[in-house]
């Protein structure tokens, strides 16, 4: 099995190629390039270095949120476009459960969180890898009260932790640790083993879906309007 995993999901685009338990190639552009810009030449140096061949690929796989919109869109359409020129199948992946996977071998709670902007963060909880808290969207204090009933100290890692490292160190004191610099993002690598893990639930183009945990933008601002008219 060679799987090609994408991530455009947060502020990293990345990619790695998984062959037969190994990775064979990872790269994260961390830059301000947009994502659109940076990933087919990215996909293409990644097969190329890995010195593997499209139609080798058996499986492609993707973060399909929650995270940007416009992140997501960009990786669930390229996924989808490859998965149905190459004729095989997409695995679908979390993005927090991604971010998290690199720091599964600790025995405290690890939290991933992202910026969802407006106050609040995308997160969940796992633990030992087994999942605590299924992927959410809520206000910081929120996502504080619903972890805080768990046993034993956590790792907060993500993006979210940029924004809100000293809300969460004035809530959680001496719970509260953070990942470092080098785990504090979702790694492709860590995409692509995630998803050999799932390999038995990969799907078709046409059933790949991306994950959002609330409306876009505009949705949000268009039902406010109407119900300030309504």
Partial sequence: MIILAIDTSGPVCGVAVWADGRIRYEAAAINKLTHSESLMPMLDEALTRAGVDKK????????????????????????????H????????VSALEATAEALQLTDKIVCPIQDARVMQVYGAAFQGGKRLL???????????????????????????VITYQAKIESALGDRAHFAPAHCAYLRPAAVACVAAAHAQEAVDYLTLQPMYLRAPQAERERAKKEAQHG
């Fill in 56 to 83: 080798d690929v058996t499986h492609l796989a993707v973060t399909v949120g929650p995270g940007s919109f416009t992140g997501v869109r960009i990786g669930v359409t390229a996924v989808k476009a490859l998965s």
């Fill in 134 to 160: 299924d992927d959410c969207v809520m206000k910081l204090d929120e996502f504080i009260a619903a972890i805080s009933p768990l046993e034993g100290d956590f790792l907060f890692t993500g993006d979210g």
């Fill in 85 to 92: 020129a190459l004729n095989i199948p997409c695995i679908a």
